[in-house]
């Protein structure tokens, strides 16, 4: 199993960056798949989950409205448009991979993780 994210960079705030996780290894509409961030000195957030089929997308209050998580099964690649971004948005993104085809547990029932891209906001 193997997930890549990308897509990171530089931005000011107010703008937009679209994070892509390209996966392989398993069979991607089979599992929900999350979008996680860390920035400096803090724990890691939760930021969005997309079930199987994209029929369920959640996401945590600091992001809802401005953030989009999407997935491609053809691609096997999950999204995130990022806009309106802020400078709290600054943080090392990453996605991983639901056990489940569902959100069931928003901060849990992850397995597989992958490396992380690096977002930073100027204000």
């Known amino acids: 199993v193997q997930l890549q994210a990308s897509g990171g960079g530089l931005v000011q705030a107010g703008g937009s960056l679209r994070l892509s996780c390209a996966t392989s290894?398993?069979?991607?509409?089979?599992?929900?798949m999350g979008w996680f961030r860390q920035a400096p000195g803090k724990e890691r957030e939760w930021v969005s989950c997309i079930s199987t089929g994209s029929l369920n997308t959640y996401y945590a209050d600091s992001v809802k409205g401005r953030f989009t998580s999407s997935r491609d099964n053809a691609d096997n690649t999950v999204y995130l448009q990022m806009n309106s971004l802020k400078p709290d948005d600054t943080a090392v993104y990453y996605c991983?991979?639901?056990?489940?085809?569902?959100?069931?547990?928003?901060?849990?029932?992850?397995?597989?993780w992958g490396k992380g891209t690096l977002v930073t906001v100027s204000s």
């Open positions: 290894g398993f069979t991607f509409d089979h599992h929900a």
């Open positions: 991983a991979r639901y056990k489940s085809s569902h959100c069931l547990i928003l901060n849990d029932g992850m397995d597989y």
